[in-house]
């Protein structure tokens, strides 16, 4: 009787198993629509515009949009022309374009296939104020790596900033961009050789933070990041050396000695418009995302720039004016719970060339000499 009443389902399954056929969605491999970043501070230009396509599903890099005519005007009619100086990149003239406090600047992006986008308005606001940036020293689980692979290490010592900051009246949002020079020498000794050791100058460039830091008027406190005291973190680790150069067996054998010296940080604090300050904050919504099902997606991050020769296109990217407020500072160690932080004038750490090495000699803007 047992049997007789398994048999249907049975039956039922195996019918419903060879029912299941893959499914294959069309998919739109199309490139349509336009990136447009830019971005327009208080400070010296040249000022730049960049315009690309996105990038397709089977894609891998974006491409350029090429010829367009770029240009930004003010509220009192005055234009200023942004030239094509590489691909899909325009620059403004520094000579013929100045900004001024409180004035409103509009992007406008014509295609040499005869489409036209428009910004908002972007008020230029003054400088907001960093009041003062304090640190707290504390651990934190991170991923270092060695030898190019990821190591997952447990209570890295790192430090923690914060800053103080006085707000404003005529807009209360802001966001901060921050970097990290870490300074270290590399000295090679080796046994049988002539010259006890020789040395490097080497740096690191670490952005602290990858999310898009912001804040606005309701607290006066921001937290700015947290950067590694750990040399492991860095990869700049001391270690034997051994090496046969082919095809004569001549073997160098010494060890390299690698100290951190220092490590030199630039806080960037950036007045923006309200809706340039929302479009930053769906990106770091997009940027938290956990893969979960009502996640944001990335064209749900709505910028400040329209298509006026298609209003159902959507434009990606934005178009920022705003104010910088620079702080930088040199630190050490840590010293019982904190860092001692040295105020460092006339120092941008974003201005610094990218990871390398010099050979005996300093670089210009080297502090540990």
């Not at 100045?98 to 409103?104: D, H, Q």
Request: hydrophobic share 35%.
């Amino acid at each position: 009787m047992l049997k007789k009443v398994l048999y249907p389902f049975i039956f039922l399954l195996v019918f419903i198993a060879s029912c299941k056929e893959p499914y294959n969605p069309d998919i739109d491999t199309n490139v349509s629509g336009i990136v447009i970043n830019g971005l327009i501070t208080d400070e010296p230009g040249p000022y730049t515009v960049n315009l690309t396509r996105p990038i397709s599903f089977y894609g891998i890099q974006s491409v350029p949009v090429q010829n367009a005519n770029v240009y930004v005007t003010d509220e009192n009619n005055n234009t200023f022309y942004f030239y094509e100086t590489l691909p899909g990149v325009y620059k403004s003239d520094p000579q013929n374009f100045k900004t001024a406090y409180y004035s409103k600047y509009t992007l406008n992006v014509f295609t040499k296939d005869g489409h036209r986008y428009l910004s908002t308005p972007q008020v230029l606001y003054p400088k907001g104020t960093i009041d003062s940036v304090h640190s707290v020293v504390r651990n934190k689980t991170m991923t270092t790596y060695q030898n190019g692979l990821g190591e997952r290490i447990k209570d890295i010592n790192g430090v923690d900033f914060i800053c103080n900051f006085y707000g404003s009246s005529d807009s209360p949002y802001f966001r901060y961009s921050n970097m990290l020079i870490v300074e270290f020498d590399k000295k090679y000794s080796y046994i049988h050789l002539d010259t006890p050791f020789y040395s490097q100058h080497c740096w690191i460039k670490y952005i602290p933070y990858q999310h898009l830091n912001l804040s606005d008027i309701k607290s006066n406190q921001q937290l700015l990041g947290f950067c590694p005291l750990d040399s492991n973190f860095y990869g700049t680790l001391s270690r034997p050396l051994y090496s046969c150069d082919p095809p004569a067996p001549k073997c160098l054998i010494g060890f390299l000695q690698t100290k951190i010296l220092l490590f030199a940080i630039t806080f960037k604090q950036y007045h923006v418009n309200k809706d340039v300050y929302n479009y930053f904050k769906d990106v770091n919504s997009q940027l938290d995302a956990s893969q979960k099902f009502l996640d944001p997606i990335n064209i749900q991050c709505d910028g400040n720039l329209v298509s006026i020769s298609n209003p159902d296109e959507h434009v990606m990217g934005v178009f920022e004016v705003s104010s910088v407020s620079l702080k930088s500072y040199l630190y050490h160690k840590d010293m019982n719970g904190y860092v001692d932080l040295h105020p460092l004038h006339s120092f941008d750490a974003n201005l610094i060339e990218n990871d390398d090495c010099i050979y005996q000699a300093y670089p210009d803007f080297w502090m540990n000499k």
